[in-house]
């Protein structure tokens, strides 16, 4: 299995509040990617990055940002939370095209 | 709207039965992916697929990727209650890159 580890797994928080979801692998993949799912629309892109300090906007980008400042990790951020950002956020690396996932970070908005 | 749309989005059927999954888009894709995704847990790659037309099988799942490659189909022959699963289809639209989009999923349940 890929080393990819996801924090926090579980996180409720009030409308308004940052919220900082971390990435870390030890794979040394170069491709890593942030992820939400929710019931009817798979998974959609919000950001990925093809390497440090290098990020592209996904489908789904508005309200969060990102930051990459060393291979291993890959942080998502949302400024300030919404109860539309209530979902499961998954990240992913690859190096080949073949995605490999962690395990999933559920957050809640209330 | 998301570029790629599967149907359906929902399928429950009888062990032994057939069925076909599918995934369209307006856009071309330089390749497509399909993924196989457990309750807990995230995706798991099943197949990538490159050449318009191409077919590939992988025991009872047969992956056909397009001649056009805008759209591509699961076809799994005599399903077992084991395949029961979310199923997602993922494309590149930019050569050369590891963007990939998913698409919007189909929940098969296979019963015993």
Known sequence: ?110 | TQLLEQSPQFLSIQEGENLTVYCNSSSVFSSLQWYRQEPGEGPVLLVTVVTGGEVKKLKRLTFQFGDARKDSSLHITAAQPGDTGLYLCAGVLTSGTYKYIFGTGTRLKVLA
């Not at chain 1, 992820?35 to 950001?47: F, K, S, T």
């Not at chain 1, 930051?67 to 499961?88: M, N, W, Y």
């Not at chain 1, 990240?91 to 559920?106: H, V, W, Y």
């Open chain 1, 1 to 110: 299995d890929a080393g990819i580890t996801q924090s926090p797994r579980h996180k409720v928080t009030e409308t308004g509040t940052p919220v900082t979801l971390r990435c870390h692998q030890t794979e040394n993949h170069r491709y890593m990617y942030w992820y939400r799912q929710d019931p009817g629309h798979g998974l959609r892109l919000i950001h990925y990055s093809y390497g440090v300090k290098d990020t592209d906007k996904g489908e789904v980008s508005d309200g969060y940002s990102v930051s990459r400042s060393k291979t291993e990790d890959f942080l998502l951020t949302l400024e300030s939370a919404t109860s539309s950002q209530t979902s499961v956020y998954f990240c992913a690396i690859t190096n080949t095209g073949e995605l490999f996932f962690g395990e999933g970070s559920r957050l809640t908005v209330l």
